[in-house]
């Protein structure tokens, strides 16, 4: 049984920083890439974050260049988000999934059936 867990949220303000992390188990978690999503009250989810199954390669939504940083460690099988300058808008439900595949393509279809395995989220709030 695939097992994606999400830890590290809390609150924060504007101007801080938070890490997130996420381990996944049941699957050959270097076969899979993986990204972080986010998802708003009243808005659609959207990838954040994505990564290929090496680490060698990221991909990040305009909105946060600069300012996270998503790597790897397959021997530990976990995935980080490391979040500098935080900002208000960033308040939301942060997920982790694993997906084969295309990791750019992760990103930009999050909202795809049968898109991989998913976390349960962890919330991240910013106050200004």
């Known amino acids: 049984q695939v097992q994606v867990v999400e830890s590290g949220g809390g609150s924060v303000q504007a101007g801080g920083s938070l890490r997130l992390s996420c381990t996944a188990s049941g699957l050959t978690f270097d076969n899979y890439a993986m990204g972080w999503f986010r998802q708003a009250p009243g808005k659609e989810r959207e990838g954040v974050a994505c990564?290929?199954?090496?680490?060698?390669?990221?991909y990040y939504v305009d909105s946060v260049k600069g300012r996270f940083t998503t790597f790897r460690d397959n021997a530990k099988k976990t995935l980080y988000l490391q979040m500098n300058s935080l900002k208000p808008e960033d308040t939301a439900m942060y997920y982790c999934?694993?997906?084969?595949?295309?990791?750019?393509?992760?990103?930009?279809?999050?909202?795809?059936?049968?898109?991989?395995?998913w976390g349960q989220g962890t919330q991240v709030t910013v106050s200004s």
């Open positions: 990564i290929t199954w090496s680490g060698d390669r990221t």
């Open positions: 999934a694993a997906r084969a595949g295309s990791y750019v393509d992760m990103c930009l279809r999050p909202n795809e059936p049968n898109f991989g395995y």
